[in-house]
Nanobody, 114 residues
Framework: VQLQASGGGLVQAGGSLRLSCRTSGSIFSINARAWYRQAPGKQRELVAV???????NYADSVKGRFTISRDNAKIKVYLQMNSLKPEDTAVYYC?????????WGKGTLVTVSS
């Protein structure tokens, strides 16, 4: 499984960004997809997850502002981020939890200016 994230950038507080993660390889083995983030000097944290059945879960800090989704072919996973705050600044990573292990894409940097 290979993952490629895109869509990061610089945005003002209150703005929006949409991250995308393209999947290639054995997508049939994927159990769940997720977005994580890592801010400077902090540990990587879970932001949002979507299971193979379509259930979603979010970190408390992003509930009501971020939405995780995927396309019908389950090739792309998205993270719609609204009402962005400076504390959302981080490198965002997409993740796939598969029957053969966990896979990570290269991160995409999101910078929110105040």
């Amino acid at each position: 499984v290979q993952l490629q994230a895109s869509g990061g950038g610089l945005v003002q507080a209150g703005g929006s960004l949409r991250l995308s993660c393209r999947t290639s390889g054995s997508i049939f083995s994927i159990n769940a997809r997720a977005w994580y983030r890592q801010a400077p000097g902090k540990q990587r944290e879970l932001v949002a997850v979507i299971t193979s059945g379509g259930s979603t879960n979010y970190a408390d800090s992003v509930k009501g502002r971020f939405t995780i989704s995927r396309d019908n072919a389950k090739i792309k996973v998205y993270l719609q981020m609204n009402s962005l705050k400076p504390e959302d600044t981080a490198v965002y990573y997409c993740n796939a939890d598969t029957t053969g292990g966990r896979y990570w894409g290269k991160g995409t940097l999101v910078t929110v200016s105040s």
